[in-house]
């Protein structure tokens, strides 16, 4: 049986990548930081036991990391903990920066001294990519990294160290460069699924309106559950190397609210107003990427379509509401 260690594990992709790799026949362990109210913090995962083991861990405290990885001794180690919300960047840069940087070479040290023959996965991110896009108007693996938030810089840093450790400690070390995911299973923070939660509040007579940030920028929007299937084809490819992982649909948050309320037979107009405490210092307004090489490499193709993955949302957000 084989073993995968994850970070972030109580997070959106992480509830789904367990779910997958219990399904393949893993033994899935995985940390979660100590929380006050630990009632709601596996809340994603609370439904999956058998063969999953959490213990509590932080990327910010390397000894513990290397104390569970040598306890452990995985086959494959995916990080995906990080402090993700790239506007709330801005509010707590540093602690951003510690997590999502730091906190990356302290679980690369933790993995190279405890498990080096492992394999390793980086949660990597298009927000690295900023504001640069080819000519073509897709960003690829080859496209410059021109970060606009502290979150992206902070992704750019882990990429930049683990291509690093990869090359000079002989590590299988990878990137996945995900474009934005996103399920049910969502922060509600983000834009998609506070979309859908708030139009179904209003739609049962909940809530009177709802305040977003810039509704004019573009985003290429999949679904987590096709997402954690590209990074175990990832990591488990024969060389280390990194991917780009997207739908190459891109879609204005304004045409996904539109068609949010549609589906539930309002008109967002008369229900959206803009809060500026929801926009950004600065904003990426548009992102759209070319998965080619890892189509061409794997039999990878996203099963759900912008409004398959849109219509999940709203179907339980109606029901659980
Ligand atoms: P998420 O739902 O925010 O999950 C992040 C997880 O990391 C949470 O379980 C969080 O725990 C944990 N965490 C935060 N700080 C930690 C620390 N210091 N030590 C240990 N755990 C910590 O994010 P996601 O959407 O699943 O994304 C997974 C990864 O992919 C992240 O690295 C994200 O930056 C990256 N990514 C996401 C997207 C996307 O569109 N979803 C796209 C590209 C890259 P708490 O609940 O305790 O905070
Ligand atoms: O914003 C706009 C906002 O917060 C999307 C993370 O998973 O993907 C995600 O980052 C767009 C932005 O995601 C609101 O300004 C308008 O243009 O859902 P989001 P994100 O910033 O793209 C990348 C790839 C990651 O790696 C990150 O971890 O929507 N927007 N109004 C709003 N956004 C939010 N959150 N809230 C609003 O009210």
Redesign the pocket.
């Known amino acids: 049986m084989k073993k995968a260690f994850i970070?972030?594990?109580?997070?959106?992709?992480?509830s789904y990548l367990t779910e997958y790799l219990l399904g393949l026949g893993y033994e899935v362990h995985g940390?979660?930081?100590r929380?006050s109210t630990p009632e709601h913090?596996q809340s994603r995962i609370d439904f999956v036991r058998e063969n999953l083991h959490v213990s509590y861990?932080?990327?910010?405290d390397v000894s513990g990391l290397e104390r569970v990885l040598q306890k452990v001794n995985p086959d494959e180690v995916y990080n995906?903990?990080?402090?993700?919300h790239v506007r709330i960047s801005y509010d707590i840069p540093q602690f951003t920066a510690q997590?999502?940087a730091l906190?990356t070479l302290n679980i690369l040290e933790a993995f190279r001294n405890a498990c080096p023959e492992a394999k390793f996965y980086q949660?990597?991110?298009?927000e690295m990519f900023g504001s640069a896009v080819d000519e073509d108007g897709f960003q690829r693996e080859t496209t410059p990294f021109k970060p606009v938030s502290p979150y992206g810089c902070s992704?750019v840093f882990a990429y930049n160290i683990v291509h690093n450790y990869r090359n000079a400690y002989k590590l299988h070390a990878v990137n996945g460069i995900?474009?934005?995911?996103e399920s049910p299973r969502?922060?509600s923070n983000f834009v998609t699924n506070k979309v859908v939660k708030g139009a179904v509040l209003i739609k049962k007579g909940m809530a009177k309106n709802l305040e977003l940030g810039n509704m004019d920028s573009f985003r290429d929007w999949g679904h987590?559950k096709d997402y954690v299937k590209a990074m175990h084809k990832i990591i488990n490819h024969s060389m280390a190397d990194d991917f780009v992982v997207a739908t190459g649909q891109t879609h204005s948050v304004r045409e996904m609210t539109d068609y949010v309320f549609k589906q539930l037979g309002l008109d967002y107009q008369e229900y959206v107003s803009q809060n500026p405490n929801f926009l950004r210092p600065e904003e990426l307004t548009y992102l759209r990427g070319d998965s080619s090489k890892l189509r061409s490499t794997f039999d990878w193709t996203p099963e759900y379509t912008f409004h398959q993955l849109m219509d999940e949302m709203i179907e339980f957000w109606m029901e659980k509401l």
């Open positions: 970070t972030g594990i109580g997070g959106q992709d992480g940390i979660v930081r929380n913090q861990g932080d990327l910010l995906l903990a990080a402090q993700s997590t999502n906190g949660a990597s991110s298009s992704k995900l474009f934005n995911h969502r922060g987590s």
